[in-house]
């Protein structure tokens, strides 16, 4: 069975750090394409980050660039988002998500259940 369990929210004042990770179990997480999607409320969920199985393609958000870094170990097949100089409009349910290939027949995806980061003073 997959899954994917993220944690390392919480609340944070502007301009700090938060690091989440996102750990995974149950399919080929160093052959998954790996992502971080947010969602605030009242929004639609947006693509915050993306990294290619082995690491080397990497796209930020443009909202997040040179803020936000996205890693990944393989050999724990865990995701990681290290976010730095949080804003308020950061605040949002932050989900991992994993595109396993499946040759031929296409790619599945898995989602974790998302964890809150809530950025206020």
């Known amino acids: 069975q997959e899954q994917l369990e993220e944690s390392g929210g919480g609340l944070v004042q502007p301009g700090r750090s938060l690091t989440l990770s996102c750990a995974t179990s149950g399919f080929l997480f160093d052959r998954s394409r790996m992502s971080w999607f947010r969602q605030a409320p009242q929004k639609e969920r947006e693509l915050v980050a993306q990294i290619s199985a082995e690491g080397l393609e990497i796209t930020y958000a443009d909202a997040v660039k040179g803020r936000f870094t996205i890693s990944r170990d393989n050999a724990k097949s865990t995701l990681f988002l290290h976010m730095s100089g949080l804003k308020p409009e950061d605040t949002a349910v932050y989900s991992c998500?994993?595109?396993?290939?499946?040759?031929?027949?296409?790619?599945?995806?898995?989602w974790g259940r998302g964890t809150q980061v809530t950025v206020s003073s």
């Open positions: 998500r994993a595109e396993e290939p499946m040759g031929r027949f296409g790619t599945l995806e898995y």
